[in-house]
C-alpha cells in the first residue's frame, strides 16, 4: 500500500467554524507533513511530524493546529480561519530523514472559507 | 535561506519533441533531490536523486543530477499530450536547529504539449 490518503476531498466552512483535516498512511512512515498549496504555486510546508512529535512550524498561524495521534494519522485542526487560507491542503509522509527518502503525498483536501 | 530555481517557466511544444527541464538550487546540507509530476492536484513522485551523475530513468523520462553545479535536468523524449502538466523540482536540505529535513521546491515549469 503505497497511498496517503485525506478526507474530506473538499471542505467550505465559515470564518467561525472549527474543522478539522485528516491524512492516513500505512506505510511505516515515521514522518509526515503538511503543505498548503495556492493556484499555480508550489506547495508550501506547514509542519513536520517526526515521530509522532512536531519537529518543524513553519512560522504558522495558531488559527492551524496539526495533531499526530499516531504514527498513522495526522490531523490538520482547524478555527477561526481567514477568506485568504482557501487553499489546497496537501498531507505527505516519508520515512524519517536518516537517509534521502521520497515523500509520498495525498491527492489532498480543496478548502475554501467563505 | 534555501532556493530552488527552475527554467523555464514555462514551454509549449509540439508532440513528438524532446524536452529539457532545468533545476538549479543552494541548500543547506543537501539530502536528495526530486521531480515530481502535478496535473491537477498532488504532485506525483517521478524521481529521487542523490547521487551525482548516475542518470535515473523511467519510460521516456529521464534525469540527472550534478552536485558540484548544483543543478539537475528533467528529460523528456518522444513528448505527448498527457505530458502536459506543471514539473516541480524540490530539494531536501537540513532544517538547521529541528533535526529535521525540509523540502524547498521551485516555482515549477509548465509543459503544454499540443497536438
Known amino acids: 500500500d503505497t497511498e496517503v490518503t485525506q478526507t474530506p476531498k473538499h471542505l467550505v466552512m465559515g470564518m467561525t467554524n472549527k474543522k478539522s483535516l485528516k491524512c492516513e498512511q500505512h506505510m511505516g512512515h515515521r514522518a509526515m507533513y503538511w503543505y498548503k498549496q495556492k493556484a499555480k504555486k508550489p506547495p508550501e510546508l506547514m509542519f513536520v511530524?517526526?515521530?509522532?512529535?512536531?519537529?518543524i512550524n513553519e512560522s504558522v498561524p495558531s488559527r492551524f493546529s496539526p495533531e499526530c495521534p499516531n504514527s498513522s494519522l495526522l490531523n490538520l485542526h482547524l478555527h477561526a480561519l481567514q477568506p485568504e487560507d482557501s487553499a489546497l491542503y496537501l498531507c505527505?509522509?516519508?520515512?524519517?530523514?536518516?537517509?534521502?527518502?521520497?515523500?509520498?503525498f495525498g491527492p489532498g483536501t480543496r478548502l475554501t472559507v467563505t | 535561506e534555501d532556493k530552488v530555481v527552475q527554467s523555464p517557466l514555462s514551454l509549449v511544444v509540439h508532440e513528438g519533441d524532446t524536452v529539457t527541464l532545468n533545476c538549479s538550487y543552494e541548500?543547506?546540507?543537501?539530502?536528495?533531490l526530486l521531480w515530481y509530476k502535478q496535473e491537477k492536484k498532488a504532485p506525483t513522485f517521478l524521481f529521487m536523486l542523490?547521487?551525482?551523475?548516475i542518470e535515473k530513468k523511467s519510460g521516456r523520462l529521464s534525469s540527472i543530477l550534478d552536485k558540484k553545479e548544483l543543478f539537475s535536468i528533467l528529460n523528456i523524449t518522444a513528448t505527448q499530450t498527457g505530458d502536459s502538466a506543471v514539473y516541480l523540482c524540490?530539494?531536501?536540505?537540513?532544517?538547521?536547529?529541528?533535526?529535521?529535513?525540509?523540502?524547498?521546491f521551485g516555482k515549477g515549469t509548465k509543459l503544454s504539449v499540443i497536438p
Open positions: 542523490t547521487s551525482s551523475g
Open positions: 524540490a530539494v531536501k536540505g537540513l532544517y538547521s536547529g529541528a533535526g529535521s529535513y525540509q523540502l524547498t
Open positions: 541548500v543547506t546540507n543537501f539530502r536528495s
Open positions: 511530524y517526526s515521530y509522532e512529535k512536531l519537529s
Open positions: 505527505a509522509s516519508s520515512q524519517v530523514d536518516q537517509g534521502a527518502y521520497e515523500q509520498y
